[in-house]
């Protein structure tokens, strides 16, 4: 069975960086997609990052201030983020998807961005 074990998160002021890091553990024989979700109090959960083939998307609200990576030969994949704002603030989740309506969750990670 995969696990997804997230790391990184804390609490950072205004215009810091953070990296998030989501290690995979158990058998992943093919990766479909992969990436971030984050979550805020009260709110749906919204993609911020996904990896699907040879495409990386966004949210708009990160473009150029976060970057989403994977290193095949660690099952990681982490999220870069710079330039950090207050409505960034939530719980971040590491997603996996092994194949069509197979995905796989991490148990969040929370990112506080204050002052």
């Known amino acids: 069975q995969v696990q997804l074990v997230e790391s990184g998160g804390g609490l950072v002021q205004p215009g810091g960086s953070l990296r998030l890091s989501c290690a995979a553990s158990?058998?992943?024989?093919?990766?479909?997609?992969t990436g971030w979700y984050r979550q805020a109090p009260g709110k749906q959960r919204d993609m911020v990052a996904v990896?699907?083939?040879?495409?990386?998307n966004y949210i708009e609200s990160v473009k150029g201030r976060f970057a989403v990576s994977r290193d095949n030969a660690k099952n990681t994949v982490y999220l870069q983020m710079n330039s950090l704002k207050p409505e960034d603030t939530a719980a971040y989740y590491c997603?996996?998807?092994?194949?069509?309506?197979?995905?796989?969750w991490g148990q969040g990670t929370q990112v506080t961005v204050s002052s």
């Open positions: 158990g058998s992943v024989f093919r990766i479909y997609a």
């Open positions: 997603y996996l998807r092994m194949a069509p309506g197979i995905d796989v």
């Open positions: 990896i699907s083939g040879g495409t990386i």
